[in-house]
Nanobody
Framework: QVQLVESGGGLVQAGGSLRLSCAAS????????MGWFRQAPGKEREFVAT????????YYADSVKGRFTISRDNAKNTVYLQMNSLKHEDMAVYYC???????????????WGQGTQVTVSS
């Protein structure tokens, strides 16, 4: 069982930046692919970014490409999401997830965090 805890959410003005962190409970963290998803009120959960176990392979949703960066530090059992040039439409609860392979599909992930709220003011 892997426990994931997100942090770093908050209130930011449009155009600003935030860095989300997701800390995993297990040393086996380095064997998992990680993903970030988000869910805005009244909308379905959507894929944001994913990274493979080594960090060498990443993939982004078109809506965040060029603005967000996913990375990981396996020594710290942590995955990050650097979010720059934030827009009002980025406002959502952001979730990290762990699974066997990088994927844009939430059904492929086995473990999920509780989420962290990102609020973007206009």
């Amino acid at each position: 069982q892997v426990q994931l805890v997100e942090s770093g959410g908050g209130l930011v003005q449009a155009g600003g930046s935030l860095r989300l962190s997701c800390a995993a409970s297990q040393r086996t963290f380095s064997t998992y692919a990680m993903g970030w998803f988000r869910q805005a009120p009244g909308k379905e959960r959507e894929f944001v970014a994913t990274i493979n176990w080594s960090g060498r392979s990443t993939y982004y949703a078109d809506s965040v490409k060029g603005r967000f960066t996913i990375s990981r530090d396996n020594a710290k059992n942590t995955v990050y999401l650097q979010m720059n040039s934030l827009k009002h439409e980025d406002m959502a609860v952001y979730y990290c997830a762990a699974g066997p392979a990088p994927s844009m599909y939430d059904r492929t992930y086995n473990y999920w965090g509780q989420g962290t709220q990102v609020t973007v003011s206009s």
